[in-house]
């Protein structure tokens, strides 16, 4: 007896090769989607691939825990194909994480770089000297030393609401 529309959850259930032919031909365009837009950031046809036969496996495995509809099967693998397909970015991503962390960090500057660099805080300490010295305070103690808006307005006895104006001016 072959797979067919009304027969291939209880044939799944039972083990039924048949049956996972049956799945593989009808759910894996939805199941290669759903993959795709998961993964697909990743670049790695490779993990696509692992991912997609891992679902059909977890489909195959699990098939004694559907209870439903044929309707619901098809909602019932999608989820198992979303779950499993954020799975497998998470690790990926994670072992993508750990490579990057490798990397050095101390990458030297170009002498072009080092006096652009140069030049810019320059012009941002002259354009701070021209600030009045109340905004020119609120303004290192906001941006250099990482104060909170309260803690400036304590420290200069004025308002929160008068430093935030000045902060955004």
């Not at 619901?72 to 779950?83: G, N, R, T």
């Not at 803690?151 to 935030?164: E, M, N, Q, R, Y």
Request: glycine share 2%; hydrophobic share 40%; aromatic share 10%.
């Amino acid at each position: 007896m072959r797979s067919n529309e009304s027969n291939f959850i209880h044939r799944l259930q039972r083990q039924k090769e048949d049956a996972l032919e049956y799945i593989v031909d009808k759910y894996l365009p939805l199941i290669k989607g759903i993959t795709y837009k998961v993964l697909s950031p990743l670049n790695n046809n490779g993990v696509m691939e692992e991912c997609i036969n891992d679902i059909f496996l977890s489909i195959w495995s699990n098939s004694m825990k559907f209870s439903g509809e044929p309707n619901d099967f098809k909602k019932w693998v999608c989820a198992i194909a979303k779950f499993k397909a954020i799975d497998y970015y998470r690790k990926a991503s994670k072992q993508i994480e750990i490579t990057s962390d490798k990397m050095p960090l101390n990458v030297e500057k170009s002498a072009e770089e080092e006096l652009l660099s140069t030049e810019d805080k320059n012009e941002l300490i002259k354009l701070i000297n021209q600030l009045e010295p109340v905004e020119r305070d609120i303004f290192i103690m906001k941006f250099f030393l990482g104060l909170k808006s309260e803690d400036i307005s304590i420290k200069l006895g004025l308002t929160k609401a008068s430093i935030d104006n000045r902060i955004y001016r």
